[in-house]
């Protein structure tokens, strides 16, 4: 059982390019979600999922668009990259959303925009 | 909306010494609270939850967190510090009438926990 886990650990872009950053997971997990996390500002939420073929908008959606055509990827897409959206990027699942249920983190994506 | 208070961006105690984390929860209802910690370059991993049942929640590593509802608390502590828990902590919160749940957690902003020798 991997868990959660994201791809690309590490990535540097310039501002403008577009990327896409993968994470899957491996336990059926019904909620998938995207959380940024800045230095001093804690994680916070980018984007959600209740299910496959449903996203919706989290704290900061500025900037980013996600997918889930698969329940068990759950796709985070820059389409032109700022400075601003340097940060560590995690995923995480829940089993069914409910408030009860702890998050399943991955290790994180590491985004460099210059 | 709920919030979160962690105070102390950085902590520092001494090895075998008493740990105390400190949040404070803002919510019109009392939430589920949970304890996260992240070492370096990974991910976030659960200390502990609080789910309504017994105020004083035992987790892993010896750590532990007492739900109070008067102020509304819910610190983490752990009686001898080692080495080992230098990490961030996160206090996290889920209102069970916001979306129940399903619109992720509420972070604070982190703790930085330092061991010294």
């Known amino acids: 059982n991997a868990g959660v886990t994201q791809t690309p650990k590490f990535r540097v872009l310039k501002t403008g390019q577009s990327m896409t950053l993968l994470c899957a997971q491996d336990?059926?997990?019904?909620?998938m979600y995207w959380y940024r996390q800045d230095p001093g500002m804690g994680l916070r939420l980018i984007h959600y999922s209740v299910g496959e073929g449903t996203t919706a908008k989290g704290e900061v959606p500025d900037g980013y668009n996600v997918s889930r055509l698969k329940k068990q990827n759950f796709l985070l897409g820059l389409e032109s990259a700022a400075p601003s959206q340097t940060s560590v990027y995690f995923c995480a699942s829940n089993s069914d959303g409910t408030y009860r249920n702890e998050q399943f983190f991955g290790p994180g994506t590491r985004l460099t925009v210059l | 909306a709920q919030s979160v208070t962690q105070l102390g961006s950085h902590v520092s105690v001494s090895e075998g010494a008493l740990v105390l984390l400190r949040c404070n929860y803002s919510s019109s209802v009392p939430p589920y609270l949970f304890w996260y910690v992240q070492y370096p370059n990974q991910g976030l991993q659960l200390l502990l939850k609080y789910t309504s049942a017994a105020t004083l929640v035992k987790g892993i590593n010896g750590f532990e967190a007492e739900f109070k509802k008067s102020e509304t608390s819910f610190h983490l502590t752990k009686p001898s510090a080692h080495m080992s828990d230098a990490a961030e902590y996160f206090c996290?919160?889920?209102?069970?009438?916001?979306?129940?749940?399903?619109?992720?957690?509420?972070f604070g902003k982190g703790t930085h926990l330092i061991i010294q020798p």
């Open positions: 336990m059926n997990h019904e909620y």
């Open positions: 996290a919160v889920s209102d069970p009438w916001s979306g129940g749940g399903a619109d992720g957690l509420t």
